[in-house]
T-cell receptor, first 112, second 112 residues
Framework: NAGVTQTPKFRVLKTGQSMTLLCAQDMNHEYMYWYRQDPGMGLRLIHYSVGEGTTAKGEVPDGYNVSRLKKQNFLLGLESAAPSQTSVYFC???????????FGQGTRLTVV | DQQVKQNSPSLSVQEGRISILNCDYTNSMFDYFLWYKKYPAEGPTFLISISSIKDKNEDGRFTVFLNKSAKHLSLHIVPSQPGDSAVYFCAATSSGNTPLVFGKGTRLSVIA
């Protein structure tokens, strides 16, 4: 049982390049989230989804786009990467609100 | 404005003693609270939760206390072990489609 899997684990981008981070969960969870973790800032919500085909903005959505075409996958896109997007990105899925969130192992992204 | 605050960035405790991690929240709509533990290079993992209808929840060495009037919760770890050394995040949510809101985390070091 894989749980939540993030791809890739590491990536270095040049400023202006684009990329997509993939999050896949095998627990049939409805809700999926993308967070970023920066030193001293904790986990900040970028975008989230409450079901297949739905997305919503979180606390820090600028510069990111997301899609949830299939229930098990939640994609995070960076159209034109900036050094400020250097961070560790975590995906999480939740069966329902007021239940625990399961996190992936993280993607460490460096934008140079 | 931060809705979930962990005002102590770090805490050092001797092995065998009690660790107390604190968390304050400002949003009175929050009614479910969780603690997560995070080791380096791993995703956060769920530790313990508490609903606002309770003021205490125990799970082995871990106990969470909730003081609704003070909008304060705390995590007690007794006895503390070196393997407890990690970053601890407090998180909160409310009914409806409200994503988890995290604090900035407290780094616990348990010294043998």
């Amino acid at each position: 049982n894989a749980g939540v899997t993030q791809t890739p684990k590491f990536r270095v981008l040049k400023t202006g390049q684009s990329m997509t981070l993939l999050c896949a969960q095998d627990m049939n969870h409805e809700y999926m989230y993308w967070y970023r973790q920066d030193p001293g800032m904790g986990l900040r919500l970028i975008h989230y989804s409450v079901g297949e085909g739905t997305t919503a903005k979180g606390e820090v959505p600028d510069g990111y786009n997301v899609s949830r075409l299939k229930k098990q996958n939640f994609l995070l896109g960076l159209e034109s990467a900036a050094p400020s997007q250097t961070s560790v990105y975590f995906c999480a899925s939740i069966r329902g609100f007021r239940t625990e969130a399961f996190f992936g192992q993280g993607t460490r992204l460096t934008v140079v | 404005d931060q809705q979930v605050k962990q005002n102590s960035p770090s805490l050092s405790v001797q092995e065998g003693r009690i660790s107390i991690l604190n968390c304050d929240y400002t949003n009175s709509m929050f009614d479910y609270f969780l603690w997560y533990k995070k080791y380096p290079a791993e995703g956060p993992t769920f530790l313990i939760s508490i609903s606002s209808i309770k003021d205490k929840n125990e799970d082995g060495r871990f106990t969470v206390f909730l003081n609704k009037s003070a909008k304060h919760l705390s995590l007690h770890i007794v006895p503390s072990q070196p393997g407890d050394s990690a970053v601890y995040f407090c998180a909160a949510t409310s009914s409806g489609n409200t994503p988890l809101v995290f604090g900035k985390g407290t780094r616990l070091s348990v010294i043998a």
